[in-house]
């Protein structure tokens, strides 16, 4: 792997040169940015000028005398009231382009200094029930930042929080516990089956809680087996556990998405070490006990009469909940699992719970200063009508129903396109474009924002979508077949039309931009500069024949590699947002 410096950088460094020969004492930003003007443009020395009290235009033309041009920079002109204009020389583009694609697949992108390990908490469903499309955005997000992190050198460590644990599964296990064989062994089911009986198991067991109030009271001794550990009571909720994982696993598979086994570790596993949790915050005056529940006091998060509203550790009855796993889990992760950073991308609608769970975690020192934690809240999806996201019954829409939806729609589209696929290729494909098309949509809006779930617009052509980036990879795949025996090749001595220009600086921005959106967690920044990115190709292609009308040799290898470079980045890009690019469409 041999790592490129992006042109920025380059340009940044002459330029903080120039700053510092220029005027040694002030360490002074050029305050670089990318411009329609001319390729760069420099706005530092203004603040420079008023610092050091000297005319900005004549400072900038100071400074334009140290600034080494000739490699890298081919000119720059101070304009407007002191900014520097920068224009890259065509063989510093087409060199860097080069060595991007003589490093493979990481395109020349270095890997971070001071890597830290990250913790993603997401995709998270809950045992014995439904996953809805909250569960789905979670586990799309959050396998897109995982994507992103890892590709600048983070290591990250994925936690699926499942919801295994909690006074329901009383009911649940006591019923099984008197209706044996109602669940069929999780082996013999696929996920379809092993959702239908639980559902099944879920709807008979309620009916017979509301019902009978015997039922209930030994469903209540059911809980206070289950926390005690009793081995028949485990062995019955294993069960629950194993069937939902069936369920959860053939989502997953449909999302085209991989989760592994050890890194589900739900609420469960918590429970061995939330008595000692409880104990750290009361003796540390963290928590306090308030009519026998133990909880911990915010002094800004009130309620309705302007009551505080605490965080419960554990209830009056002795009972841990929610909040009592998930700081368990802060534990755990800080201290055994060694994490730098902690991430989870919940439902906005949990963000006041992690407000308190992180304090509560700040006040005990499980958190030090070294140890980030956020809350990637993430907005609701409605409906393509914008209204809550409901079939026309009014019920929840299932998830499965969903995605199978999308890769039909998908499938429409493909076909039309298709020339030369098989039946089977198209249904290849479809499952490509169709799930490719959910991610998509979700990954390219801010994730705290509502979104509407459009199908039509998901699956289209034209505009923003998954569809369209796919496309355009696969038609440089065409392309580059089409060019047969002619092979992408750099000829630095080229000049470049003004649309190779953009599409080469373009490219040059590509880790930056993924280091920003992993900072920031926010895939919809890579997501645009994909979009962006395969705009300023077809304005390329357009105006740059590549193999029709056939150009000189040198110029149509110069172009394959504008063009193998662009697909390479697509293809590294949508596959961090987890979105696969077929090869033909
Ligand atoms: N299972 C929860 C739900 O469905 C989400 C868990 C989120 N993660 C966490 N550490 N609390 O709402």
């Known amino acids: 792997m041999t790592s490129v410096t992006s042109l920025t950088d380059q340009v940044q460094q002459r330029l903080a040169n120039a700053l510092s020969a220029t005027r040694p004492e002030a360490d002074a930003d050029p305050l670089l940015r990318r411009s329609d003007r001319a390729d760069f443009q420099a706005n530092g020395i203004l603040a420079l000028a008023k610092k050091a009290k000297s005319n900005p235009r004549e400072l900038a033309t100071e400074v334009v005398g140290n600034i080494v041009t000739g490699d890298v920079i081919k000119d720059v002109e101070v304009s407007g009231p002191g900014f520097l204009n920068i224009t890259i020389a065509d063989r510093a583009i087409t060199e860097n382009l080069a060595a991007r694609h003589a490093d493979g697949e990481r395109l020349g992108v270095p890997l971070k200094e001071n890597a830290g390990i990250t913790v993603v908490d997401y995709a998270q469903p809950n045992v014995a029930k439904e996953m809805h499309v909250g569960h789905l955005r979670s586990a799309v997000i959050g396998d897109a930042l995982r994507g992103m992190l890892d590709f600048t050198g983070e290591k990250t460590i994925g936690r699926h929080h499942i919801g295994d644990w909690g006074t329901q599964f009383g009911m649940l296990i006591q019923y099984l516990f008197e209706h044996p064989g109602e669940l069929a062994p999780a082996a013999d089911v696929d996920g379809e089956q092993a959702m239908s009986n639980l559902n099944r198991v879920y709807k008979a067991s309620r009916a017979l809680f509301d019902a009978d109030e015997e039922f209930k009271e030994r469903a209540r001794k059911r809980v206070v087996a289950l926390q005690s550990g009793d081995k028949e009571t485990l062995e019955l909720w294993q069960q629950f556990v194993d069937e939902s994982k069936v369920y959860f696993y053939s989502v997953f598979e449909k999302l085209d998405m991989e989760i592994r086994d050890e890194e589900i570790v739900g609420e469960s596993a918590y429970n061995d070490g939330m008595p000692e949790t409880a104990r750290i915050l009361e003796e540390t005056g963290v928590a306090v006990r308030s009519e026998g529940a133990l909880v911990v006091f915010f002094d800004e998060i009130r309620g309705k009469d302007d009551q505080p509203v605490p965080l419960i550790v554990q209830k009056a009855d002795g009972g841990f909940g929610y909040a009592a796993s998930d700081l368990t889990a802060i ?255």
Request: charged fraction near 25%; include cysteine.
């Open 331 to 585: 534990r755990n992760r800080v201290q055994d699992l060694h994490a730098s950073s902690l991430l989870y991308v919940v439902d906005v609608r949990q963000s006041l719970h992690f407000k308190m769970v992180f304090e509560t975690a700040r006040r005990a020192g499980w958190l030090s200063d070294g140890v980030t934690a956020h809350n990637m809240g993430y907005g609701t999806v409605l409906g393509a009508d914008g209204k809550p996201f409901k079939t026309r019954e009014g019920e929840t829409v299932r998830l499965e129903d969903l995605l199978d939806e999308a890769v039909q729609r998908a499938a429409e589209v493909v076909r039309e396109k298709a020339q030369d696929l098989t039946e089977d290729e198209i249904q290849e494909r479809a499952a490509q474009v169709g799930i490719g098309a959910v991610k998509y949509a979700d990954l390219s809006t801010s994730p705290s924002r509502d979104y509407k779930f459009d199908l039509d617009q998901m699956v289209s052509l034209n505009g923003d979508t998954s569809v369209y980036l796919q496309y355009a990879y696969a038609r440089i795949q065409s392309i580059l077949r089409k060019a047969g025996e002619t092979k992408p090749a750099a000829h630095p001595e080229l000049e470049l039309a003004p649309a190779e220009r953009a599409l080469g600086l373009h490219l040059d921005a590509f880790g930056d931009t993924v280091f920003e959106a992993a900072a920031e967690y926010a895939p919809h920044k890579l997501a645009a500069y994909l979009y962006q990115l395969a705009s300023l190709f077809t304005t390329f292609y357009d105006k740059c024949p590549v193999i029709k009308p056939e150009p000189p040799k040198d110029v149509a290898e110069n172009r394959l590699l504008l063009c193998d470079v662009t697909a390479r980045t697509l293809h590294q890009g949508m596959g961090l947002l987890g979105i696969r690019t077929p090869e033909r469409l």
